[in-house]
C-alpha cells in the first residue's frame, strides 16, 4: 500500500481564519513533508520531518505551523493567511530522509479569500 | 537558478507510438533522478527512478536513460496509451544525508491522441 493521504480535499478560508490540513499514511514511512504547489509550477519543499522532528524549514512564514503528532501524521496549521498562500498543498512521504523515493498524497486545494 | 530543466512544456504522441520526455540538469552533484506522474487535481505519481552509477533503467513500459557527460535523461513510454496524457515531471537529488531534497523540473504536459 502506498497511499497518502490528505483532508480536506478543498479548503475556502478568510485571512482571519485558522484551519489545519491533516495528512496519514501506514506505510511505515519516517519522513515526512509538506510541499506547496502553484497551477503550472513544480512543487516547493516547505516543511521536513524526519522521526517526528522538524528536519527541514524552507525559510516558510509563521502563518504555516507543521507539527508531526506521532510517526504517521503530519498536520499543518494556518492562521492568518493571505490570498497569494492559495495553491494546491502537497503531502509526502519516504521510507526514511536517505530514501529519495517520496510519495504523494492527492493533496488539498487551498483558496484564500 | 533552475537547476532541473524540462525545456519542452508539451508533448503530443499518436497512440501506440514512443513518447520521449526529456530533462537536463546543471548541478553535478546530483546522483539520483526521478520520474512522477501528474492528474490534474491529484497529487505527484512515482513512476521510475535511476541512479548515477547506471545508465538505463526500465520498468514495464516505462525506460528512463541516463547520460551524465550531457546532463541529461529521458523518460521512454512505450506504447503510449491514452491513459498516459498528464503532466510529467523530473526531479533530482544530490546525497546530502539528513538534508537530502527533491529538485523538480518545470513539468512536461504529455497528449496522447486516440
Known amino acids: 500500500d502506498t497511499e497518502v493521504t490528505q483532508t480536506p480535499k478543498h479548503l475556502v478560508m478568510g485571512m482571519t481564519n485558522k484551519k489545519s490540513l491533516k495528512c496519514e499514511q501506514h506505510m511505515g514511512h519516517r519522513a515526512m513533508y509538506w510541499y506547496k504547489q502553484k497551477a503550472k509550477k513544480p512543487p516547493e519543499l516547505m516543511f521536513v520531518y524526519s522521526y517526528e522532528k522538524l528536519s527541514i524549514n524552507e525559510s516558510v512564514p509563521s502563518r504555516f505551523s507543521p507539527e508531526c503528532p506521532n510517526s504517521s501524521l503530519l498536520n499543518l496549521h494556518l492562521h492568518a493567511l493571505q490570498p497569494e498562500d492559495s495553491a494546491l498543498y502537497l503531502c509526502?512521504?519516504?521510507?526514511?530522509?536517505?530514501?529519495?523515493?517520496?510519495?504523494f498524497g492527492p493533496g488539498t486545494r487551498l483558496t484564500v479569500t | 537558478d533552475q537547476q532541473v530543466k524540462q525545456n519542452s512544456p508539451s508533448l503530443s504522441v499518436q497512440e501506440g507510438r514512443i513518447s520521449i520526455l526529456n530533462c537536463d540538469y546543471t548541478?553535478?552533484?546530483?546522483?539520483?533522478f526521478l520520474w512522477y506522474k501528474k492528474y490534474p487535481a491529484e497529487g505527484p505519481t512515482f513512476l521510475i527512478s535511476?541512479?548515477?552509477?547506471?545508465d538505463k533503467n526500465e520498468d514495464g513500459r516505462f525506460t528512463v536513460f541516463l547520460n551524465k557527460s550531457a546532463k541529461h535523461l529521458s523518460l521512454h513510454i512505450v506504447p503510449s496509451q491514452p491513459g498516459d496524457s498528464a503532466v510529467y515531471f523530473c526531479?533530482?537529488?544530490?546525497?546530502?544525508?539528513?538534508?537530502?531534497?527533491?529538485?523538480f523540473g518545470k513539468g512536461i504536459t504529455l497528449s496522447v491522441r486516440p
Open positions: 526531479a533530482a537529488s544530490a546525497f546530502t544525508g539528513a538534508n537530502s531534497k527533491l529538485t
Open positions: 548541478n553535478s552533484m546530483f546522483d539520483y
Open positions: 535511476i541512479s548515477s552509477i547506471k
Open positions: 509526502a512521504s519516504s521510507l526514511d530522509r536517505v530514501t529519495y523515493e517520496q510519495y
